[in-house]
C-alpha cells in the first residue's frame, strides 16, 4: 500500500465548477499536510497548508481528517488556470511524502 | 529574484557516463534535496542535506552522491549513469525550520540511452 494515496484522475470540468480531491495517508503519526501545484513537467509550487481546523485560501479550501487520515482540497469556480496536478504532501517531521498527483483539467 | 536555479533543463546521455546535474539556490536556505519523478509515483527523495558538510540518504539513493560544500550548491552526481535513472529530477531548498515549504527549481529531464 502507498504512503500517500490520490485519485490519479483526470477530473475534467466546465468553468465554474466546484472540483474536490481527496488524499489518504498511512503513517498515523504525520503531522504536516500540504497542497502543492504542479504545472506540466514543471516544478512544483507551494499551494497551501493544511490546518486540523481546515482553512480558506480564496476559492480553495483544504481540510484534515485525522481519525480517517485524509485531506481534502476544494476548488471553487473553477478556472481555466486551474488546470494542473494537485499533489498531497504529508509529513511526519522527519519524513516528507508525495502523492502521486491528481490531474484536473477544467474546459471552457 | 528568490530562486532555486538547476542545469541542465534536459540531458541526454549513454550508460556509464558520468554526469553532474548543479542547483544552486540563492536564499540563504538551510536545507536543499534532490527528488525523481516518475510517471505514477510520488516524488521521491534521493538525498538531502540540512546545512554545508551535512547529506543523509534519502529514499532512493542508491546510483547518486551528492556534496554540499558551499550553502548554496548541492550538484547531483550519477558517476555511471544507466537506463533505469532516466527521469526526471527536481532540486529542492527551504528553511531549516519550515522545511516542509519547498522551494523547487525547475527541473532536469534526463534520458539514459
Known amino acids: 500500500r502507498k504512503e500517500v494515496e490520490q485519485d490519479p484522475g483526470p477530473f475534467n470540468v466546465p468553468e465554474g465548477a466546484t472540483v474536490a480531491f481527496n488524499c489518504t495517508y498511512s503513517?498515523?503519526?504525520?503531522?504536516?499536510f500540504f497542497w502543492y501545484r504542479q504545472d506540466c513537467r514543471k516544478e512544483p509550487k507551494l499551494l497551501m497548508s493544511v490546518y486540523s481546523s481546515g482553512n480558506e485560501d480564496g476559492r480553495f479550501t483544504a481540510q484534515l481528517n485525522r481519525a480517517s487520515q485524509y485531506i481534502s482540497l476544494l476548488i471553487r469556480d473553477s478556472k481555466l488556470s486551474d488546470s494542473a496536478t494537485y499533489l498531497c504532501v504529508v509529513s511526519d517531521n522527519n519524513d516528507m511524502r508525495f502523492g502521486a498527483g491528481t490531474r484536473l483539467t477544467v474546459k471552457p | 529574484e528568490a530562486q532555486v536555479t538547476q542545469n541542465p533543463r534536459y540531458l541526454i546521455t549513454v550508460t556509464g557516463k558520468k554526469l553532474t546535474v548543479t542547483c544552486s539556490q540563492n536564499m540563504n536556505h538551510e536545507y536543499m534535496s534532490w527528488y525523481r519523478q516518475d510517471p505514477g509515483l510520488g516524488l521521491r527523495q534521493i538525498y538531502y542535506?540540512?546545512?554545508?558538510?551535512?547529506?543523509d540518504k534519502g529514499d532512493v539513493p542508491e546510483g547518486y552522491k551528492v556534496s554540499r560544500k558551499e550553502k548554496r550548491n548541492f550538484p547531483l552526481i550519477l558517476e555511471s549513469p544507466s537506463p533505469n535513472q532516466t527521469s526526471l529530477y527536481f532540486c529542492?531548498?527551504?528553511?531549516?525550520?519550515?522545511?516542509?515549504?519547498?522551494?523547487f527549481g525547475s527541473g532536469t529531464q534526463l534520458s539514459v540511452l
Open positions: 529542492a531548498s527551504s528553511y531549516g525550520g519550515d522545511r516542509e515549504k519547498l522551494f
Open positions: 542535506s540540512m546545512n554545508v558538510e551535512v547529506t
Open positions: 503513517n498515523s503519526a504525520s503531522q504536516s
